[in-house]
């Protein structure tokens, strides 16, 4: 059955524009999927989230708006089983199709920007939109991508004793080696967890997999920008995402690392000076 779904404009202080308006020439505009697992947090102005769009809304001359998208978040037993994937990447698709097709924007004025479960949806939309460029009227794929401390394994390839999901634990508020990951894990996948070896060899859930009989590239990807924070524990399998795109994508491809930082930092508008560090690096490269 088809399913509505929200989304959030947040416009720049100062400029009158209206709610879906036809874009301007040469605008651009963010298109941001949130985090939170796959399983909580919002698209909506007041979540903790929004303090990404209000800071690269703040930082960024040529964004005067943002787009959010309310995706289905999924949810597992003892829950009701709920949109399970690949939901959120429907769901990214049509507000995709919307900027494009209903507001007008082009493609290439579009950045969409993702952080944490939300940049690991930006990479499976970007993936779809590269793979399946020119089918049945697809929209072409975005100017550029934002990755904000992506989720890039929802396996086990990056859990280690000795490596980031263990040692920063001390040093960063989410826990990969405890039962809320597995839950998030456990709604996202849905039935494919009845396969899990299939799980690591799907590029659009774990493009940072180091099960061998992964394939995947990043040929025909937009320009990127990465980030992630040195403290926190998602840093190894970022670092592998970080390998795997800078060889495909070369002098396209920017990383940023705040040493201390842990994840998702942006969110946190106390986290200084990293915070605005960072924003002012994502306005240059925009």
Known sequence: MPVRIPGYWTHKKGYDIKVGAAPTSGEKVLYHLHGGGYIRLSAHPSDPTAAIARGILQHTESFHRVFALEYRLSSAAPFVIDAPFPAALLDALAGYNYLVNVVGFSPADIIIAGDSAGGNLTQALTRYLVEYQ????????????????????????????????????????????????????????????????????????????????????????PRTFLVAGGAEVLYDQIITLRDRMAKDLGDQFTYYEAKDAFHDYLIFEWHEPERTETLKAIAKWV
């Open 134 to 221: 020119g089918f049945d009227k697809l929209p072409a794929p975005p100017g550029g991508i934002i990755l904000l401390s992506p989720w890039s394994d929802l396996g086990v390839s990056h859990d280690s004793p000795t490596g980031s999901s263990d040692v920063f634990l001390n040093s960063d508020y989410i826990d990969c080696s405890r039962g809320g990951i597995n839950y998030a894990k456990k709604a996202y996948l849905g039935k494919m967890t009845l396969s899990p070896s299939l799980i690591p060899r799907n590029p659009y859930i774990c493009p940072a997999s180091l099960d061998p009989d992964l394939v995947i590239d990043f040929k025909g990807f």
